[in-house]
């Protein structure tokens, strides 16, 4: 795999964790006790993270 490949499969691993956090966070009491607002933009940096993490597995897939 070049340098460059390796870069994005981390970075593709690292965003993944950080999504999965998030989505953990997001059904916890204390998301749901918090400003509407502020819950609604965490939803959608989460479905902007979601669609990086499918874009980024996009570009993987087609090295293999």
Known sequence: MEEYQVRVVEEKRILDSKLEKLD???????????????????????????DYSTLMGARIQRWS
């Not at 502020?38 to 479905?47: K, W």
């Open 24 to 50: 953990n966070f997001l059904l916890t009491p204390l998301a749901q006790s918090l400003p509407k607002v502020d819950v609604e933009l965490m939803v959608r940096q989460r479905n902007a993270m979601f």
